[in-house]
């Protein structure tokens, strides 16, 4: 199996993570784990064709963790999909996609297949295939939210086929009813027993999905002994009380449950967009559970690195696309792109560095993860790329405060103090009141209504 983040972030983008998106690849088929907006075109990006997805697990209705899916189902329409497709997710999940095919008139030619979880309902199988079946359990969040394990079911053991063939067994529907736990008589009348010749069963390899939620027992059931168990961390442990507040987990937590559940390997993502550098979570989670990477959007996973290297390859131009994020980000100096390059040129036979690595970083550009992934991996640029990192962790700081986050920051900030806003909201949205306060606030220099939530201002994150 391979395990693609196509989206790292929490419920704000920032101009280098997108909403939430995890693809699965197993066999030539693809699961998609939420539908954050742009999660088609980071489909696209990382090498997975959409028409091979086979289901799509929605783990609750936040919007950041469904805003893709009709694009997606209308992408498929375009694409003339004529393939069912499975869309698992809590009750409302037919409605919403009903409703929402029916305004826009689109016609969907392919079946959808609707598998819906009841708010009552504590756990679920929610498919059950011939060689996979995927477990949802009830997560805890401020709304009904699901988690998912996706299960191989075992696999028969490796047939011996040397000591098969000294026993006589030559015959293709011999081998294939041994393989399937069956003992044999051959012609001479000879019995060969399927355990003697047949190895014990393999177990298959297992992914959870567990996000947006706190800690909860059900967590640690859906990851019992994964080999890959994603799991949110969107805070940092000093505001546990704002992930316990808002129905998240901290990277400890992420951490306690990977431990709890004994997973192979932890891997952290939906990180709030005040981290502009992730590290600090990974840190954190490293503490309490070590084998912990950060999801990293776009760089695949592998349950099996010797067979499934190469599968998947991110097929983005590159150059393109950084180019394009620069133009919208005008104000970031050369500089700081070539920073990024020298930073994130993680690629052999990369010639278009500057760009490239600008981009990669917006990838994610977490160290510890693509330091553990390659390491899996035996990469040759392994020693040399984990130097840079542990490095260049400062410049690295300063190519995010540059650019994803002062970016991010600015256009919010800029939104907030659009004069225009109140009004455009006030003649056509019936929420002026707010809107106006906030106005009024400013005037009579009263303090501004953010002021009264608990969240920090950006600026107290400089120092992350
Ligand atoms: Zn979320």
Redesign the pocket.
Known sequence: MIVVPLGVA??TPTALRHL?AVALWREGSVFLFDCGENAQMRMLQAGIKRSKIECIFISHF?V??YSGLIGLLSTLQLQRRDKAIRLVGPKGLQEYVEWNLNFSSIEIGFEIIFIEVEDTIDDAVVIDEEDYFVVARALKHRRFCLGYRFQEKDKPGKVNSDLAKEMGVTDDAHFKALKAGEDITLEDGTLIKCNDIVGHPRPGDSFAYV??TEYCPNAVKLALNTNILYHEATFSNTLSDKATETGHSSAKDAARVATEAQTKLLVIG?FSARYTNAHLLLNEAREDFYPTWLANELRPIFTDPSHERGIITPKVELKDLTKQTTGSYGGRSSDNRRSGGKNFRPRRNDSDRGGRGGYRSGGDSDRGGRGGYRSNDSDRGRDSYRSRGDSDRDSRGGYRSGGSDQGGRSSYRSDDRNPNRGKVINVKVNRDNQYNRRDDSNKSNEPDNRSGSSRPSYDEFNRF
Do not use: Q, V
Request: no cysteine.
């Open positions: 929490s419920a939430p936040d950041d963790h996000t947006d939906h």
